[in-house]
């Protein structure tokens, strides 16, 4: 079963950087992937979760969603089994609960019904 665990997240002043960490565990079988892809997103109280970025399985290719292109990046180490959001000039907008989640579909989705797996969250507050 796969499950996924995210950290990094904090309150951090606006212009500030972060890297936000997601452990992955049970997503493979017998050395073969799950899942095609990997994500990020967030969601802001009273908004609706936003896609921010994807990544496949050998890290080759990215997507990025237009609001955070430039500022946000994507990664993953799959040797750690570990996917990476590197967040800099932060602001107080990007304040929000931050998840990671995989997808098994053939092309890189962009919307929160195309992941099948979630981790929990973790919180990331910029200050103005």
């Known amino acids: 079963q796969v499950q996924l665990v995210e950290s990094g997240g904090g309150l951090v002043p606006a212009g500030s950087s972060l890297r936000l960490s997601c452990l992955a565990s049970?997503?493979?079988?017998?050395?073969?992937?799950?899942?095609?892809?990997m994500g990020w997103f967030r969601q802001a109280p009273g908004k609706e979760r936003e896609f921010l970025a994807a990544?496949?399985?050998?890290?080759?290719?990215?997507y990025y969603a237009d609001s955070i292109k430039g500022r946000f990046t994507i990664t993953r180490d799959n040797a750690k089994n570990t996917l990476y959001l590197q967040m800099n000039s932060l602001k107080p907008d990007d304040t929000a609960v931050y998840y990671c989640?995989?997808?098994?579909?053939?092309?890189?989705?962009?919307?929160?019904?195309?992941?099948?797996?979630w981790g929990q969250g973790t919180q990331v507050t910029v200050s103005s």
């Open positions: 990544i496949t399985w050998n890290g080759v290719n990215t």
């Open positions: 989640a995989e997808s098994a579909q053939l092309l890189p989705p962009r919307t929160e019904s195309g992941y099948t797996y």
């Open positions: 049970g997503h493979t079988v017998n050395g073969h992937p799950v899942s095609n892809y």
